[in-house]
C-alpha cells in the first residue's frame, strides 16, 4: 500500500470489497466516484493525493506515468484507502448507493414518461426499493421531484396535498402503501382523499428518514389498511354501462333524488369483471375472518378546505363465516361506498362549492375495525374526533390553539354524528376536567348512555344501553371509563374493580384523562400535524389496549368570523327578539329578511314518527324556495339528529341556504340541545358560512320573544300552497313585512359569551 496509507492493511476487507463491487460492473466508475467523496468528507485522502501517490508509485516500479496507467492505480488506490478506513456496514451503505441512484435514474424516467402504466412505475419503483434502504439517501433536491410524481399518481394530484406531502412521504413509503393496494390492471387510479389523509398524518408523526419521536412511536398507530383505489370504481362504471351517470350531477335536485332510488336498484344488480371478484375473493382469504369497516375515500373526500362530512357511505361488515357469503357482504359493501357517489348530499354540496366539473372518483379505504372482541360485539375501549383548535368556549378559561376532543366509549359513529339523547365527553385540552355541568345530576344527564358497536352474529352496527355491557366489560374499561354515584357525588374508582363492584355508573372518561397518557399525547399530536398542515386539523381516532389508532385526518374549516364583535347597546326592548349565552364563534350576521321557525312545542306534539319525518321534508322544500333571500333557520333541539324526537331530520342539502341555524331549547319540555362542535354536522355549518346558535329561553336573565314567531303572519302558503297542512308546526316570518321594514340582524360575541338577535333597519339605510 502506499506510504500515505497509516493504518494496517485488512486485506480481507479489501478483498471483499472487491467482490461486491464487481458483482454490479456497470457501477463500479460511480462506487469509486462515491468512495472518493466519501474520502475527502473525512479528510483522509482527496482525489489530487491519490493521483500524486499513484505517480510516486509508479515512478518507484519503473513505470512510464502514462495516463491510463495513472488512473488504474488511483483508482485502486481510492479503494484501498476505502477499504482501509471504512466499515463493513459502511461500505455496503457506500455500494448500495450506487445502486440506488442507477435504479433511481430509471425510476425517475419512468414516472415522467407520459402515458406511462401504473404498472410500469411499480415495477421500476420496486427495483429501486428492493436495495436496502440504508443510511445514505438520494440526493433531497433529486428525489423531490420524483416523490411529487408518485405522490399524483397514486395517492393525489391536489396541489395543497402535494405540497405537504411531498416533505413527509417517501419514496419507499408509497412503495410499501402500494403493498397494500389493490387495483385494476385496465383503469388507473388514486386511493382518494380519506385514505390520503390517514397516510400523511401517519408519516408526519412517524417519518421514515428523520428523527422520531417515542412517545408517538410507542402509542401511535394506524389501523391494518388496504386500498382499493378508483380505478375499480371506474372499471365497475365501464362494464356496467354505466357511463350515464356521469351526467347525473348537472340534473335538478328533484332529479337527483328522484333518479337515485333507481341507481340503488342497478347497482344492487350490477356487477364487477371476472377477475376484480376474485381479487377481492383472495384479499379476503388474507385478511381472514376480521371484521372491517369500508370508508368512502373519494379524490376530493378531505380536500384542502372540503372535507365532505359524512357525505358518503361507510360500511361495517362482521367478515365472518364461509368465504363466499363473505365475499357476497364484501361486494354489497363496496357497491354501497360507490353507489354513494351519485347521492344527492355529495353532488349539492360540490354544487355549492364549485367543484361539480371535477370529475369524482370514489375509492374504498377498508380497514380492520380497531377493538377487543367482547360477547357477541367489537368496539374499541374509547374512540372519538379531535380538534386543533377549540370551536367551542363555555368559559374564558379555554384556550382555543389548545384544541378539544369529543370521546365516547365504544366506536367514534357516536362522537361525529348527532344522535339522540346521549351525550359525548367534551375535553378542553387547556383545561381537560372542565366541565359545562356543575354538579353529578347534570353530569348523568349529558353523559353517554348508549355505546356503538358491531355485532359479529348479525353483521350490523347497534347502539347497546352501557349498562348492558357492564358485567361483560375488561376491568381496565370500567377503571378508565367509569365513575360511580354515591349520595349525590360522583367518584372515580381508585383501584380496578369487577363490574359488580360498581354502583351507579356513569361514563366520564375521568381515570382516563387523569392516568392515561392520551391527554398529552393528543395535545402533541393536534400541535405535530396544525405546524405540519399549516393550518387547523380534525383527526378521527380510536384507543384501545394502551394505543391511539389513527383513522382520518383532515383540514379544519374555522368560522371566519371576525376578530372583535361589539354588542349594540341602547336597542329597545320591543326590537329584541333573543338573547343567548352559548357562542361558538365571533359572528355579525345582517339583513335577515325570512325566518323559517319549527314550533319547538309544536314539533314535540307530533303524534308519529311519519308526521315528524315530514317536517324535515318542509324545512328541504322551504330552504330551496327561499335561495337567494336571507333567511334564518329556528328549530328545536339538534337539527340533524339521528332521533327524529329530539331535533329536525335534516341533512346539509336540506339547510345549505339558510345564513344562521338556530337550536332552541325549552327546558321545561325536557330537551335540551348539544350545539354541533365537534360534529361532521358543525363542519358543514362551517364550510357553507352558517352560523350555529344555541338558545335556550328558560335561562335566567335571557330574553326569547316567542311571539314573534307564533304571531306573526305566516307565509307558508305564499311561499307553497302545498305546504299549507303543516303551518301549525312550520311558520315562515317576512321579517320586514312585520317590522315597519326592519330587518332581523344577529351578533355572536365569544369573549363576552353573549349574542343578541334584534330587528334593525338594513345597515345601508341606517344614519
Given at each position: 500500500?502506499?506510504?500515505?496509507?497509516?493504518?494496517?492493511?485488512?486485506?480481507?476487507?479489501?478483498?471483499?470489497?472487491?467482490?461486491?463491487?464487481?458483482?454490479?460492473?456497470?457501477?463500479?466508475?460511480?462506487?469509486?466516484?462515491?468512495?472518493?467523496?466519501?474520502?475527502?468528507?473525512?479528510?483522509?485522502?482527496?482525489?489530487?493525493?491519490?493521483?500524486?501517490?499513484?505517480?510516486?508509485?509508479?515512478?518507484?516500479?519503473?513505470?512510464?506515468?502514462?495516463?491510463?496507467?495513472?488512473?488504474?492505480?488511483?483508482?485502486?488506490?481510492?479503494?484501498?484507502?476505502?477499504?482501509?478506513?471504512?466499515?463493513?456496514?459502511?461500505?455496503?451503505?457506500?455500494?448500495?448507493?450506487?445502486?440506488?441512484?442507477?435504479?433511481?435514474?430509471?425510476?425517475?424516467?419512468?414516472?415522467?414518461?407520459?402515458?406511462?402504466?401504473?404498472?410500469?412505475?411499480?415495477?421500476?419503483?420496486?427495483?429501486?426499493?428492493?436495495?436496502?434502504?440504508?443510511?445514505?439517501?438520494?440526493?433531497?433536491?433529486?428525489?423531490?421531484?420524483?416523490?411529487?410524481?408518485?405522490?399524483?399518481?397514486?395517492?393525489?394530484?391536489?396541489?395543497?396535498?402535494?405540497?405537504?406531502?411531498?416533505?413527509?412521504?417517501?419514496?419507499?413509503?408509497?412503495?410499501?402503501?402500494?403493498?397494500?393496494?389493490?387495483?385494476?390492471?385496465?383503469?388507473?387510479?388514486?386511493?382518494?382523499?380519506?385514505?390520503?389523509?390517514?397516510?400523511?398524518?401517519?408519516?408526519?408523526?412517524?417519518?421514515?428518514?428523520?428523527?422520531?419521536?417515542?412517545?408517538?412511536?410507542?402509542?401511535?398507530?394506524?389501523?391494518?389498511?388496504?386500498?382499493?383505489?378508483?380505478?375499480?370504481?371506474?372499471d365497475f362504471i365501464d362494464y356496467n354501462n354505466f357511463h350515464h351517470f356521469h351526467s347525473q350531477k348537472y340534473k335538478t335536485r328533484e332529479a337527483i333524488e328522484e333518479e337515485y332510488k333507481n341507481i340503488s336498484q342497478l347497482f344492487e344488480g350490477a356487477s364487477f369483471p371476472p377477475d376484480m371478484i376474485e381479487m377481492f375473493r383472495e384479499f379476503l382469504r388474507k385478511v381472514?375472518?376480521?371484521?372491517?369497516?369500508?370508508?368512502?375515500?373519494?379524490?376530493?373526500?378531505?380536500?384542502?378546505?372540503?372535507?365532505?362530512?359524512?357525505?358518503?357511505?361507510?360500511?361495517?361488515?362482521?367478515?365472518?363465516?364461509?368465504?363466499?357469503?363473505?365475499?357476497?357482504?364484501?361486494?354489497?359493501?363496496?357497491?354501497?361506498?360507490?353507489?354513494?357517489?351519485?347521492?344527492?348530499?355529495?353532488?349539492?354540496?360540490?354544487k355549492d362549492h364549485d367543484l361539480l366539473d371535477f370529475d369524482e372518483r370514489m375509492s374504498v379505504l377498508v380497514q380492520k375495525v380497531v377493538g377487543r372482541k367482547i360477547g357477541n360485539y367489537i368496539f374499541p375501549m374509547a374512540a372519538g374526533v379531535a380538534f386543533s383548535q377549540n370551536p367551542f368556549r363555555w368559559s374564558p378559561r379555554i384556550r382555543k390553539e389548545d384544541g378539544?376532543?369529543?370521546?365516547?366509549?365504544?366506536?367514534?359513529?357516536?362522537?361525529?354524528?348527532?344522535?339522540?339523547?346521549?351525550?359525548?365527553?367534551?375535553?378542553?385540552?387547556?383545561?381537560?376536567?372542565?366541565?359545562?355541568?356543575?354538579?353529578?345530576?347534570?353530569?348523568?344527564?349529558?353523559?353517554?348512555?348508549?355505546?356503538?358497536?358491531?355485532?359479529?352474529?348479525?353483521?350490523?352496527?347497534?347502539?347497546?344501553?352501557?349498562?348492558?355491557?357492564?358485567?361483560?366489560?375488561?376491568?381496565?374499561?370500567?377503571?378508565?371509563?367509569?365513575?360511580?354515584?354515591?349520595?349525590?357525588?360522583?367518584?372515580?374508582?381508585?383501584?380496578?374493580?369487577?363490574?359488580?363492584?360498581?354502583?351507579?355508573?356513569?361514563?366520564?372518561?375521568?381515570?382516563?384523562?387523569?392516568?392515561?397518557?392520551?391527554?398529552?399525547?393528543?395535545?402533541?399530536?393536534?400541535?405535530?400535524?396544525?405546524?405540519?398542515?399549516?393550518?387547523?386539523?380534525?383527526?378521527?381516532?380510536?384507543?384501545?389496549?394502551?394505543?391511539?389508532?389513527?383513522?382520518?385526518?383532515?383540514?379544519?374549516?374555522?368560522?371566519?368570523?371576525?376578530?372583535?364583535?361589539?354588542?349594540?347597546?341602547?336597542?329597545?326592548?320591543?326590537?329584541?327578539?333573543?338573547?343567548?349565552?352559548?357562542?361558538?364563534?365571533?359572528?355579525?350576521?345582517?339583513?335577515?329578511?325570512?325566518?323559517?321557525?319549527?314550533?319547538?312545542?309544536?314539533?314535540?306534539?307530533?303524534?308519529?314518527?311519519?308526521?315528524?319525518?315530514?317536517?324535515?321534508?318542509?324545512?328541504?322544500?322551504?330552504?330551496?324556495?327561499?335561495?337567494?333571500?336571507?333567511?334564518?333557520?329556528?328549530?328545536?333541539?339538534?337539527?340533524?339528529?339521528?332521533?327524529?324526537?329530539?331535533?329536525?331530520?335534516?341533512?346539509?342539502?336540506?339547510?345549505?341556504?339558510?345564513?344562521?341555524?338556530?337550536?332552541?331549547?325549552?327546558?321545561k319540555d325536557g330537551v335540551a340541545p348539544e350545539v354541533s362542535s365537534g360534529t361532521h354536522f358543525f363542519n358543514d355549518l362551517i364550510e357553507a358560512s352558517i352560523v350555529p346558535i344555541a338558545i335556550y329561553p328558560d335561562e335566567t336573565g335571557l330574553l326569547f320573544k316567542e311571539e314573534f314567531f307564533l304571531e306573526s303572519p305566516n307565509k307558508l302558503t305564499a311561499l307553497s300552497?302545498?305546504?299549507?297542512?303543516?303551518?301549525?308546526?312550520?311558520?315562515?316570518?317576512?321579517?320586514?313585512?312585520?317590522?315597519?321594514?326592519?330587518?332581523?340582524?344577529?351578533?355572536?360575541?365569544?369573549?363576552?359569551?353573549?349574542?343578541?338577535?334584534?330587528?334593525?333597519?338594513?345597515?345601508?339605510?341606517?344614519?
Open positions: 500500500m502506499a506510504a500515505g496509507t497509516h493504518r494496517k492493511m485488512d486485506p480481507v476487507l479489501a478483498y471483499r470489497l472487491y467482490q461486491k463491487m464487481t458483482a454490479y460492473p456497470q457501477l463500479v466508475k460511480e462506487m469509486r466516484f462515491i468512495f472518493l467523496s466519501a474520502l475527502e468528507r473525512r479528510g483522509i485522502a482527496d482525489g489530487e493525493r491519490l493521483r500524486r501517490e499513484a505517480l510516486e508509485t509508479l515512478e518507484e516500479k519503473g513505470i512510464l506515468p502514462e495516463e491510463g496507467r495513472v488512473e488504474e492505480y488511483r483508482d485502486a488506490l481510492i479503494d484501498l484507502y476505502f477499504a482501509n478506513y471504512f466499515d463493513e456496514r459502511e461500505i455496503e451503505d457506500h455500494i448500495n448507493l450506487a445502486r440506488k441512484q442507477d435504479r433511481f435514474r430509471n425510476l425517475n424516467r419512468v414516472v415522467n414518461t407520459e402515458g406511462v402504466t401504473s404498472l410500469k412505475i411499480k415495477k421500476a419503483l420496486k427495483e429501486f426499493c428492493e436495495i436496502p434502504q440504508g443510511d445514505l439517501f438520494i440526493n433531497p433536491d433529486e428525489a423531490e421531484g420524483v416523490r411529487v410524481a408518485l405522490i399524483s399518481h397514486f395517492i393525489s394530484n391536489q396541489l395543497p396535498f402535494l405540497g405537504v406531502g411531498k416533505r413527509f412521504i417517501t419514496i419507499r413509503d408509497v412503495d410499501e402503501m402500494l403493498e397494500c393496494s389493490y387495483w385494476n390492471p385496465r383503469r388507473p387510479g388514486k386511493i382518494g382523499g380519506k385514505a390520503a389523509g390517514m397516510f400523511l398524518a401517519y408519516r408526519i408523526l412517524l417519518p421514515r428518514l428523520s428523527r422520531k419521536d417515542p412517545e408517538f412511536q410507542r402509542y401511535v398507530r394506524i389501523p391494518e389498511s388496504y386500498y382499493f383505489n378508483s380505478g375499480i370504481f371506474s381472514g375472518e376480521h371484521p372491517l369497516i369500508l370508508r368512502s375515500s373519494s379524490l376530493l373526500e378531505d380536500n384542502f378546505g372540503y372535507a365532505f362530512s359524512r357525505k358518503y357511505d361507510s360500511v361495517f361488515i362482521a367478515n365472518q363465516g364461509p368465504i363466499e357469503d363473505r365475499l357476497d357482504s364484501f361486494i354489497r359493501g363496496l357497491k354501497r361506498v360507490h353507489m354513494s357517489t351519485y347521492g344527492p348530499a355529495p353532488i349539492l354540496y360540490r378539544v376532543v369529543r370521546l365516547v366509549f365504544g366506536l367514534g359513529t357516536r362522537a361525529v354524528d348527532r344522535v339522540g339523547s346521549d351525550y359525548p365527553r367534551m375535553i378542553p385540552l387547556s383545561h381537560p376536567l372542565l366541565r359545562p355541568e356543575v354538579d353529578a345530576a347534570q353530569i348523568r344527564k349529558y353523559s353517554q348512555r348508549l355505546v356503538d358497536l358491531l355485532n359479529l352474529e348479525t353483521g350490523r352496527l347497534e347502539s347497546v344501553p352501557f349498562q348492558e355491557l357492564m358485567p361483560d366489560l375488561p376491568k381496565e374499561y370500567i377503571f378508565e371509563a367509569c365513575s360511580m354515584e354515591e349520595s349525590g357525588h360522583l367518584s372515580v374508582p381508585l383501584v380496578m374493580v369487577r363490574p359488580g363492584d360498581v354502583k351507579n355508573p356513569c361514563v366520564t372518561f375521568d381515570n382516563f384523562i387523569r392516568k392515561s397518557p392520551f391527554i398529552g399525547l393528543i395535545k402533541k399530536i393536534l400541535r405535530s400535524l396544525e405546524d405540519a398542515y399549516g393550518r387547523p386539523i380534525d383527526m378521527e381516532f380510536a384507543w384501545d389496549q394502551g394505543k391511539l389508532y389513527l383513522l382520518q385526518c383532515r383540514t379544519l374549516s374555522m368560522p371566519e368570523g371576525v376578530e372583535v364583535v361589539e354588542l349594540p347597546e341602547d336597542i329597545p326592548e320591543e326590537h329584541v327578539i333573543f338573547t343567548n349565552n352559548r357562542i361558538l364563534s365571533n359572528s355579525i350576521t345582517r339583513d335577515i329578511e325570512y325566518v323559517v321557525y319549527v314550533d319547538p312545542k309544536a314539533y314535540a306534539n307530533l303524534g308519529s314518527y311519519e308526521e315528524k319525518l315530514r317536517i324535515g321534508s318542509v324545512v328541504s322544500q322551504l330552504n330551496r324556495k327561499l335561495a337567494g333571500k336571507r333567511y334564518g333557520l329556528f328549530g328545536p333541539g339538534r337539527w340533524g339528529s339521528n332521533d327524529i324526537n329530539l331535533g329536525v331530520r335534516v341533512g346539509y342539502e336540506d339547510i345549505n341556504r339558510t345564513c344562521i341555524l338556530a337550536e332552541i331549547a325549552f327546558e300552497k302545498e305546504l299549507a297542512p303543516y303551518g301549525d308546526v312550520v311558520r315562515v316570518v317576512h321579517v320586514p313585512g312585520c317590522c315597519g321594514g326592519r330587518f332581523l340582524h344577529i351578533y355572536q360575541d365569544v369573549r363576552s359569551q353573549k349574542g343578541i338577535g334584534f330587528v334593525e333597519f338594513p345597515e345601508k339605510n341606517q344614519s
